[in-house]
């Protein structure tokens, strides 16, 4: 079993994306409703995890999907595998960063396959499909701005669709770990409250390791971290069973 530490970006779209994006939300009322509500929340801009169409959608936040952001994890994703996912929030010259939960793999498939494959057509109207079937062959379908010019290489990465039964995810008030300031070094400082204190601890401290969410002082990097492989490396720490049964305490704790 694998598991992964990945922050996505809650970020401030430029005036061209939001406005062009705008424009395709008068002919799909959902894509507004995002837009009338993403300020105030937790989605990515382009909804990868698919937080947002999981719950509207499908009525259950649980059953979100992700295929565009890392690549590099999906293809190294197996089914039962875990992913522990922070949400950095751009908010000018200073980013807060709240645990939004983990997904447990369920199923890794690729696009032709979503497209073809009747037990995924509910998810073929999420945002993040990437790209759409064509006459056999898969052309770019993005929604939001701005576009990704590598979409071939993220395509080729398997569309990752969770667990619900063995995920949880906290969308409505997720709690803030900690905050940075523009100019402070790493790793970035962790708030004091016992809820941050145990994600600090399970996550980082307990495997010994020394590096946290953000990984630049000055750029946007939030390098993934593999829990399996540093577990393997350093003094063993809790086995990762035990860390879902964790988890799944803070996420609504």
Known sequence: MKAYVCTYLHRR???????????????????????????????????????????????????????????????????????????????????????????????????????????????????????????????????????????????KAPYVIFDETASHFNLQDPHCVATWEKGAGLPEPWAADTRSRTLEQLLFIERGITRRLRTSPTLRAHTKLNLALDRRRVRPGRNLPNLVQALARLTSG
């Open 13 to 155: 779209p430029n005036f061209r994306e939001w406005r062009l994006t705008e424009t395709l939300a008068h002919t799909d009322p959902l894509l507004s409703r995002f837009l009338h509500g993403y300020r105030e929340n937790f989605w990515d801009w382009g909804d990868d995890p698919s937080f947002f169409a999981a719950e509207h959608r499908l009525g259950d936040v649980r059953r979100a999907s992700w295929g565009v952001c890392r690549a590099d994890v999906r293809k190294a994703l197996s089914e039962g595998d875990l992913v522990v996912f922070f949400c950095a929030r751009d908010v000018g010259s200073v980013w807060r960063y709240h645990f939004i939960g983990f997904g447990t793999v369920k199923a890794l498939i690729s696009r032709k396959e979503l497209w073809t494959n009747p037990a995924y057509a509910d998810y073929r109207s999420f945002y993040n499909v990437l790209a759409r079937l064509e006459n056999g062959q898969l052309v770019q379908n993005e929604t939001f701005h701005k576009y990704h010019l590598d979409w071939q290489h993220r395509a």
